[in-house]
T-cell receptor, first 113, second 111 residues
């Protein structure tokens, strides 16, 4: 069964304290791995898509990496406005998985000034 | 470029009633997916429509249904509402099989 596990569930950082969020996945053929950010009461906001092991993508203070079993979201020198829940999702290959993202439970990040 | 629009933003319904939620995708996007988000289960896939056809369906009871119109707008319907249906319902639009952009969701409360 396709599955996504994120850790830790919650993370508290001081402003400027870098860290990483983990997303472990089990999928029968990966079509893509997605990172989203979600603020309370809002829909997920797209951050990155990764397609193959070894791929990396960056955006401001965020960098996402992918291996065959997991993905990391590295946050460098975070600011309070980076506080949010970060969601990881995978899409498996095959027509039966069209449009279907399998989400992890998310990591809630709090960055204190 | 307008984003994904979901209406209404909030709904309160009574057990046993039915409800219809609407999703207008980004212009040019032909795929619309629906998800249910709850604190206990997280985001769970309901179904996906492309060019007015349901291409995929998640593991939800038949009380949950949807449709897509020729302009790609989509609606989902939940009949015979139960307390456990209280959730944030999200739709995501995509050109086809990638680039999923979510709307802000409809918060449904069943009392």
């Amino acid at each position: 069964e396709d599955q996504v596990t994120q850790s830790p569930e919650a993370l508290r950082l001081q402003e400027g304290e870098s860290s990483s969020l983990n997303c472990s996945y089990t999928v029968s053929g990966l079509r893509g791995l997605f990172w989203y950010r979600q603020d309370p009461g809002k829909g997920p906001e797209f951050l990155f898509t990764l397609y193959s092991a070894g791929e990396e993508k960056e955006k401001e203070r965020l960098k996402a990496t992918l291996t065959k079993k997991e993905s990391f979201l590295h946050i460098t020198a975070p600011k309070p406005e980076d506080s949010a829940t970060y969601l990881c999702a995978v899409q498996a290959q095959g027509s039966s998985n069209t449009g279907k993202l399998i989400f992890g439970q998310g990591t809630t990040l709090q960055v204190k000034p | 470029k307008a984003g994904v629009t979901q209406t209404p933003r909030y709904l309160i319904k009574t057990r046993g009633q039915q409800v219809t939620l609407s999703c207008s995708p980004i212009s040019g996007h032909r795929s619309v997916s629906w998800y249910q988000q709850t604190p206990g289960q997280g985001l769970q896939f309901l179904f996906e429509y492309f060019s007015e056809t349901q291409r995929n369906k998640g593991n939800f009871p038949g009380r949950f249904s949807g449709r897509q119109f020729s302009n790609s707008r989509s609606e989902m319907n939940v009949s015979t509402l139960e307390l456990g249906d209280s959730a944030l319902y999200l739709c995501a639009s995509s050109p086809d099989r990638d680039g999923y952009t979510f709307g802000s969701g409809t918060r449904l409360t069943v009392v």
